[in-house]
């Protein structure tokens, strides 16, 4: 009888000692659910009973335990969806994903060309609470939209647009509109960058828009060529023109100029001959002989009177 009291009185002391045990294990257990941690670069959303109550910073923080649940939201890290292509490792050697992504970048140009197409979207959470609970699978809805924004803007434009003069302008047109889409779905997201990555055509015609390629450049280069030397030999022809024409103007100026000046003197000449003829004759024989004489090397003088040619004979003599 007494060992059987002895065995009874063991297991009643084993099982206060087990209910302590556990219920010191749920304190520790409940203790520890009641805090929680937000990492450096997150914001920590709060539900109680599946509804919104309030975001908390980074820090240490405390919670009603199995009620409360804690989301944490990268908010301060910069994100990005890849398309067309796949990175496997970043850092010294870069490594790609060998598998084949045109499902999401062969598109269609304003012209009817096949492109294809790989960027980047590098984003943020800008609201953590509209990213949870506003869409669902805020990511996949992101890639959707896209890639359908450039798909759109790059069926507003032809394929030299896209591969050489228009990336900038077709980054910054689907960033806008990949951002008013965000903004229209209330994901939370704002858009930081869009990144062409690669745009080429498909391999299969690689070879011929090469040769393409080439040919235009080869065209471009005979043009410049060509007005090169159009602005070489036209500006210096015109200009040889425009000095020959106004020499010959000035030549005719002068024709012109002299001959109204010589009709002036002759005019006043006259006019004196009128007054005095014979005064005027001598005056004009005289101013001939001064600028006839100085021509000659040797110059005779004969009187008038003498008769014959026999006193012009052995003259030097």
Request: hydrophobic fraction near 40%; charged fraction near 25%; include cysteine.
């Amino acid at each position: 009888m007494a060992y059987a009291e002895e065995v009874k009185h063991n297991l009643v002391l084993n099982a206060k000692k087990i209910l302590r045990g556990v219920l010191i294990l749920l304190v520790i257990i409940l203790l520890l659910s009641s805090f929680y941690v937000v990492q450096a670069e997150n914001v920590g959303v709060v539900l109680r009973f599946g509804k919104y109550t309030k975001s908390t910073e980074p820090g240490l923080h405390i919670k009603i335990p199995f009620i409360d649940k804690v989301y944490q939201v990268a908010v301060e890290r910069q994100l990005k969806e890849e398309f067309g292509f796949r990175t496997l490792k970043t850092g010294g050697g870069t490594q790609y994903s060998g598998r084949s992504y045109e499902a999401e970048s062969v598109m269609l140009t304003g012209d009817l060309n096949v492109v294809i197409v790989e960027w980047i979207i590098q984003y943020r959470i800008e609201n953590p609470y509209l990213f949870l609970f506003k869409v669902r699978n805020p990511q996949l809805t992101l890639r959707d939209m896209s890639e359908a924004v450039m798909r759109e803007v790059a069926g507003d434009r032809t394929l030299n647009e896209i591969l050489t003069v228009g990336r900038q302008e077709i980054t910054q047109t689907v960033q806008d509109k990949l951002q008013d889409l965000c903004n229209e779905y209330q994901n939370g997201i704002r858009i930081r960058q869009i990144v062409l990555q690669n745009v080429d055509p498909p391999d299969a015609v690689k070879a011929s828009f090469n040769e393409v390629n080439q040919a235009q450049q080869d065209r471009e280069k005979l043009i410049n060529q060509a007005r090169s030397e159009y602005n070489r030999v036209i500006p210096r022809a015109r200009g040889e023109a425009q000095q020959t024409i106004q020499e010959a103007e000035g030549y005719a100026s002068a024709r012109v100029n002299g001959a109204r000046g010589d009709v002036a003197r002759f005019n006043a000449v006259f006019e004196e001959y009128r007054k005095a003829p014979e005064i005027t004759r001598q005056r004009i024989y005289l101013e001939t002989l001064s600028q006839v004489l100085p021509r000659l090397e040797k110059k005779r003088v004969i009187d008038e009177s003498t008769g014959g040619v026999l006193p012009l004979l052995n003259l030097d003599k």
